[in-house]
């Protein structure tokens, strides 16, 4: 029971910062407005309109009974109530009315019609209080007669209390506006935070964040930016170091290559020049792998220009069909290029045509690239991921390397967000499915 409460509850809340604080300062506040306007309505209000209501009923029934014991003097008797208590009296024969002229839901009616029903009884009064501003029509049965009155609505109702609701109202509205201003700029700090590290996680280096806001908010921005600091300074000796051992190894297997060509056996020659090849085409894995990390700018990439420019770059038989979508997304082109070509390539070695599909999909796009090779074994979907693993079967995307080319799409991937599935193509070879978000 309290377990399907709290998700309730979870469900309904708000799930930013900024409003869970705004319900914690304002909740209170509005809470104790409206305890405080029903007490006082309550309590106080209504009680007070009940007496003045009381009050003038009671002045009306004994206007009534002076009328009817003396109705000689009934100019005097009318000037000396207009005078002392502002009421203006009408006495005719004229025809009740019998529509009710009273309101069903105003307090101020409900409050006359019940003192006048149980002082002059029922079907011998009629009131309405809509019909003039600042004065209220009332009209009573005398026998044969009709007494008018013209009473100001002061008599019938406390004007006080439009003047209560307004100043207990426009102070818990300051109030609530005031917190407004703070919790946004107590949460802008968080926010700004959140995004440097979205943006991180993308792989885009952030120089320009300056930690702001709380103590607490700054410890964490400061960490976050002395975090994001060591782990590009450990990227950066990683490529650095792989591009000095690149460097080493280049001159003696460029030494080597003299020597061999200079060997009269051309056959011994031969076989260790594809050996020499094949180890610079390893050490150039490698950068690769190690470049996955460099520093390169985010930009805005169109994803129907990059996979036209990779169809024109290379040659073999490349599908592209955009769906007459254009698709934009934030990330750094060289590095999506050079992943969604390790696919292509692929694809191209083992297969005789790729097929290139992009869609939309919800705040992301979805990219599917699919050939007509031999495939990948469904239980090694997930170890072609891994560094340096080389299948030894007919489908092998690192026959010539080392096993870097999935591995470096992945990284790559992962890096701007997004997540990258395997699985069967509708041409029997391997179907590639990368999720990016926009």
Do not use: C
């Given at each position: 029971?309290?377990?399907?409460?709290?998700?309730?509850?979870?469900?309904?809340?708000?799930?930013?910062?900024?409003?869970?604080?705004?319900?914690?300062?304002?909740?209170?506040?509005?809470?104790?407005?409206?305890?405080?306007?029903?007490?006082?309505?309550?309590?106080?209000?209504?009680?007070?309109?009940?007496?003045?209501?009381?009050?003038?009923?009671?002045?009306?029934?004994?206007?009534?009974?002076?009328?009817?014991?003396?109705?000689?003097?009934?100019?005097?008797?009318?000037?000396?109530?207009?005078?002392?208590?502002?009421?203006?009296?009408?006495?005719?024969?004229?025809?009740?009315?019998?529509?009710?002229?009273?309101?069903?839901?105003?307090?101020?009616?409900?409050?006359?019609?019940?003192?006048?029903?149980s002082v002059f009884g029922n079907k011998n009064y009629w009131f309405n209080t809509s019909k003039f501003k600042n004065a209220v029509e009332i009209k009573i049965r005398s026998g044969s007669d009709v007494i008018e009155f013209l009473v100001p609505?002061?008599m019938v109702s406390a004007s006080s209390v439009r003047l209560f609701l307004l100043w207990t109202t426009l102070p818990s509205l300051v109030l609530i506006i005031i917190a407004?201003?703070?919790?946004?700029?107590?949460?802008?700090?968080?926010?700004?935070?959140?995004?440097?590290?979205?943006?991180?996680?993308?792989?885009?280096?952030?120089?320009?964040?300056?930690?702001?806001?709380?103590?607490?908010?700054?410890?964490?921005?400061?960490?976050?930016?002395?975090?994001?600091?060591?782990?590009?300074?450990?990227?950066?000796?990683?490529?650095?170091?792989?591009?000095?051992?690149?460097?080493?190894?280049?001159?003696?297997?460029?030494?080597?290559?003299?020597?061999?060509?200079?060997?009269?056996?051309?056959?011994?020659?031969?076989?260790?020049?594809?050996?020499?090849?094949?180890?610079?085409?390893?050490?150039?894995?490698?950068?690769?792998?190690?470049?996955?990390?460099?520093?390169?700018?985010?930009?805005?990439?169109?994803?129907?220009?990059?996979?036209?420019?990779?169809?024109?770059?290379?040659?073999?038989?490349?599908?592209?069909?955009?769906?007459?979508?254009?698709?934009?997304?934030?990330?750094?082109?060289?590095?999506?290029?050079?992943?969604?070509?390790?696919?292509?390539?692929?694809?191209?070695?083992?297969?005789?045509?790729?097929?290139?599909?992009?869609?939309?999909?919800?705040?992301?796009?979805?990219?599917?690239?699919?050939?007509?090779?031999?495939?990948?074994?469904?239980?090694?979907?997930?170890?072609?991921?891994?560094?340096?693993?080389?299948?030894?079967?007919?489908?092998?995307?690192?026959?010539?390397?080392?096993?870097?080319?999935?591995?470096?799409?992945?990284?790559?991937?992962?890096?701007?967000?997004?997540?990258?599935?395997?699985?069967?193509?509708?041409?029997?070879?391997?179907?590639?499915?990368?999720?990016?978000?926009?």
């Open positions: 029971m309290f377990s399907g409460l709290n998700k309730f509850i979870k469900y309904i809340l708000p799930k930013r910062l900024f409003y869970r604080a705004l319900i914690i300062v304002a909740a209170p506040t509005i809470i104790l407005q409206i305890i405080i306007t029903i007490v006082f309505y309550d309590s106080v209000w209504i009680k007070v309109n009940k007496n003045i209501t009381r009050s003038l009923v009671a002045q009306l029934k004994t206007i009534e009974e002076v009328y009817q014991n003396d109705k000689k003097n009934l100019d005097f008797f009318t000037d000396s109530y207009k005078n002392n208590f502002n009421f203006e009296i009408g006495i005719n024969q004229e025809i009740f009315p019998d529509n009710s002229g009273e309101r069903r839901f105003s307090p101020m009616d409900r409050s006359l019609r019940r003192e006048l029903k609505k002061e407004l201003i703070f919790l946004k700029n107590q949460t802008k700090p968080l926010v700004k935070l959140a995004k440097a590290a979205e943006r991180f996680g993308k792989g885009d280096y952030v120089n320009d964040f300056r930690a702001s806001g709380s103590q607490e908010i700054r410890k964490a921005a400061f960490e976050f930016d002395r975090m994001a600091k060591r782990i590009n300074r450990h990227l950066n000796q990683r490529a650095e170091m792989l591009s000095g051992i690149s460097h080493d190894l280049r001159t003696p297997l460029t030494r080597l290559k003299l020597q061999l060509a200079l060997l009269e056996q051309k056959e011994i020659s031969s076989k260790m020049s594809k050996d020499i090849d094949e180890m610079e085409k390893m050490l150039n894995d490698y950068l690769q792998f190690a470049k996955t990390q460099s520093q390169e700018n985010t930009t805005t990439v169109n994803l129907n220009n990059l996979f036209t420019t990779i169809k024109k770059e290379n040659s073999g038989n490349i599908i592209f069909n955009d769906n007459n979508l254009e698709i934009l997304l934030t990330g750094r082109p060289t590095a999506l290029k050079r992943s969604f070509e390790n696919i292509i390539q692929n694809g191209l070695i083992y297969g005789n045509k790729v097929e290139i599909n992009t869609q939309k999909g919800n705040n992301r796009a979805i990219i599917i690239i699919e050939d007509d090779g031999p495939g990948i074994p469904e239980e090694q979907y997930k170890n072609v991921f891994k560094p340096f693993f080389r299948l030894d079967k007919s489908r092998s995307l690192n026959q010539s390397g080392v096993g870097l080319g999935l591995a470096i799409v992945e990284d790559i991937v992962n890096s701007h967000g997004g997540n990258i599935q395997l699985s069967k193509s509708k041409y029997n070879g391997l179907k590639v499915k990368i999720f990016l978000p926009f």
